[in-house]
C-alpha cells in the first residue's frame, strides 16, 4: 500500500481539546498543517469528564511532515507544563448563597 503525501499521521494524542488546540497551533505557526479529531462522547453518546477522552485527541500532520512535527510536539510536550497559578486571573468566587 502506497502512501500519499497528503495522508494524516497521528503525531500526538493529548488528554484533553485544550492541549490539543496548543499544538495544532504551535504546528500552524511552524508551516505544518496540523488538525485535530475528537468527538465529544468517544462514540457512546456520554460526554467525557472535563473535555478529556480515553485515549487521548488525535493531533494529525500531513505524512510528508511527520518528523518535524514530532519535534516540535517534543518541544512543547502534551502535559501542559506547569501552572503559575500566581498569574492567572481566575475570576471572583460566585456567591454561592445566591445573596
Do not use: C, Y
Amino acid at each position: 500500500m502506497s502512501h500519499d503525501t497528503n495522508d494524516l499521521i497521528t503525531v500526538a494524542t493529548p488528554p484533553s481539546e485544550v492541549l490539543a488546540q496548543v499544538l495544532v497551533d504551535a504546528l500552524n505557526d511552524a508551516g505544518i498543517k496540523a488538525v485535530a479529531f475528537s468527538s465529544a462522547s468517544g462514540g457512546t453518546g456520554l460526554p467525557f469528564p472535563e473535555g478529556g477522552t480515553p485515549g487521548g485527541i488525535a493531533v494529525q500532520v500531513p505524512e510528508k511532515d511527520v518528523e518535524r512535527a514530532k519535534a516540535i510536539v517534543a518541544e512543547v510536550g502534551t502535559e501542559g507544563g506547569e501552572i503559575d497559578w500566581d498569574n492567572v486571573d481566575v475570576g471572583e468566587p460566585e456567591d454561592e448563597a445566591g445573596q
